[in-house]
Structures are given as structure tokens and as C-alpha cells.
């Protein structure tokens, strides 16, 4: 049963990977803003909060796995790849067509830090509820996807993957955080750590950190985003069988191309996995842009009406 848990963990860690770090790169972003010495009490916070929402959703997975038929948990494998993909795709369309707004919001959560009226514990509440509700959504993402891949196995076995994945990812998840939003205090202090004229390597090492750390944000940012077409996009191509064929097809045929078909055929499923991804972020985008342009049309006619 051991072997089973550790090999069913391992391929559950592999299918969520694209979730993961797209959970690593948001939750470092939501601390960004809180005072220095309130970062590491904030990410303990939010982990708390990740555990919670864990434990509400780790039961309900294995109800649905137990009384409901198995289409249940593929359909709603479907929406989480679906929902990934639209998530990236919001990203993108964000980044490139509402960059004024990315910038002000930025302006205004480096301003509340000298801003002597902002409340500062307030600040942090929003945060930390902001955070733990993006947690829960990818949290449920990460429990979907571990349930798709067990619910052929005994109960038992099924709930042991399912709190090892959610341990797992909640450590390492907020142990990666933890480090990542200390590295520019660690830059600093190996910067003044030593005397004018010596300790050159520590004060070398300390500038490279103060230098990449920004850069490591941006890398996870975009490793995130492409990782979530990648895992919702092979979710979904998986859920498909006629769409699963066809890749597969295409996939066996380049890998026996010599000498490096593996190689490209490696690459050629993952290209495919991020297209499907992309285009089903798109249509999912476009119908809800679509929906609310209606509603508010609607709401402004009425308003006009009376």
C-alpha cells in the first residue's frame, strides 16, 4: 500500500506541477506590499488558511469518489482544466490590455508603506483573506486532479495520497514563499555584513541576490502562466478521447523520426497540450467577457428605462 501511495503521489505531484507553480508565483506576489518584519507572520497565516480550506476540501473529494458516478469527478476534472486555462488566458489579457491599472495598483501598494494614515493590520487582513481565497480555488485544482488520478484505488489508499498531496504542496508551496519574499533581506544582510574592504564574496553574493530577486518574481510569474496551459491543456486533451487519439497519433509518429524523436515528441505533446490550452482559454474568455458585456447593457437599459 506504501508503493502504491508513493507511485500515485508522484504522478498527482507531476499533474499538479502546473498548478503549483502558479500557486508559488501568486502567493508571492500577495505578500508583496507588508511591511519587512510582518512577511513570514503573514505567509504563516495564509499557509494556516491553505490547511483549513485542505481540510474542508480533501472530505468532500472523497464523498464525491465515493456516491457519485465516476463522469462526476472526470467532468469535473474537465471545468478545473477548463478553469486553468481561462485563468491563464485572464493573465495574459491583463497584462496586455489592462497594464495601466497592473501599474497603479502596484503604485499604490508601495505607497501604503510610508503612507502614515494606512492602516497597516488592515492591510494585512485584506491580504491574507485575498490570498486564502486564491488558495482555495487552487487548492481545489490540486485535490481534482490528485482525485482523477486515484479513483481507481481502495478508499484508504485514496485518502492517503490525497493528505499526502495536500501536505506536500502546502509546505512547499509556503517553505518556497517563505524564502523567496526573505531573499532580498538575506541580499542585505550579507551586503552590510562585513567591514569596508573585506568580506568581498559575501557582499558580492548579497548584490547578485538583491539583483535577481525581482527577476526570480517575473520567472515565476511567467513559469506559472505557462504551466497552466500546459496541465489544463493535457486535461483536457486527455478528457477527450477523439482530441487524446489524435494528439497521441501525431506524437507516436514524430517520436520514431531518428535520432532525436523522443526528444521532439516530448516537446511536440507538450506544444500541443499548451495550444488546446490557449484556444479553450480563450473561447471560456470571450464567453464570460461576452456575458458580462450583456448584463451590464441590460442593467444600463433598465436604469434608462425608469
Request: aromatic share 6%; with cysteine.
Amino acid at each position: 500500500m506504501l508503493d502504491d501511495i508513493a507511485v500515485l503521489t508522484k504522478v498527482a505531484a507531476k499533474k499538479t506541477a502546473g498548478v503549483l507553480g502558479d500557486d508559488l508565483a501568486l502567493n508571492a506576489q500577495q505578500v508583496t506590499g507588508v511591511d519587512a518584519s510582518r512577511e513570514l507572520p503573514v505567509v504563516w497565516a495564509v499557509a494556516k488558511g491553505s490547511l483549513v480550506n485542505k481540510v474542508i476540501l480533501v472530505p468532500v473529494a472523497l464523498a464525491l469518489s465515493v456516491f457519485t458516478p465516476a463522469w462526476v469527478i472526470i467532468t469535473l476534472l474537465m471545468i478545473g482544466g477548463l478553469y486553468l486555462c481561462y485563468e491563464g488566458c485572464e493573465k495574459l489579457a491583463h497584462k496586455f490590455f489592462h497594464s495601466a491599472e497592473a501599474t497603479a495598483h502596484e503604485k499604490e501598494l508601495r505607497s501604503a508603506l510610508v503612507e502614515p494614515t494606512v492602516d497597516m493590520v488592515e492591510l494585512e487582513k485584506q491580504k491574507i483573506k485575498g490570498a486564502i481565497r486564491t488558495d482555495f480555488i487552487l487548492s481545489a485544482e490540486i485535490v481534482v486532479i490528485t482525485l482523477g488520478t486515484v479513483t481507481n484505488s481502495p478508499f484508504l489508499t485514496q485518502l492517503l495520497v490525497l493528505v499526502s498531496i495536500s501536505l506536500l504542496m502546502t509546505i512547499g508551496v509556503y517553505g518556497l514563499v517563505a524564502g523567496i519574499v526573505k531573499l532580498d533581506d538575506l541580499g542585505t544582510r550579507l551586503v552590510k555584513s562585513a567591514p569596508d574592504g573585506t568580506g568581498t564574496f559575501k557582499q558580492t553574493t548579497g548584490f547578485a541576490i538583491l539583483s535577481t530577486a525581482p527577476y526570480l518574481m517575473k520567472f515565476l510569474s511567467i513559469a506559472g502562466t505557462a504551466a497552466m496551459f500546459l496541465v489544463g491543456g493535457g486535461i483536457l486533451v486527455h478528457g477527450v478521447p477523439p482530441l487524446h487519439h489524435l494528439v497521441e497519433g501525431i506524437v507516436h509518429s514524430i517520436a520514431e523520426i531518428e535520432p532525436a524523436g523522443h526528444i521532439l515528441a516530448g516537446t511536440s505533446e507538450m506544444l500541443f497540450n499548451a495550444v488546446i490550452g490557449i484556444v479553450a482559454g480563450t473561447m471560456v474568455l470571450v464567453l464570460i467577457a461576452g456575458v458580462k458585456r450583456l448584463r451590464r447593457t441590460t442593467a444600463e437599459s433598465e436604469d434608462t428605462y425608469h
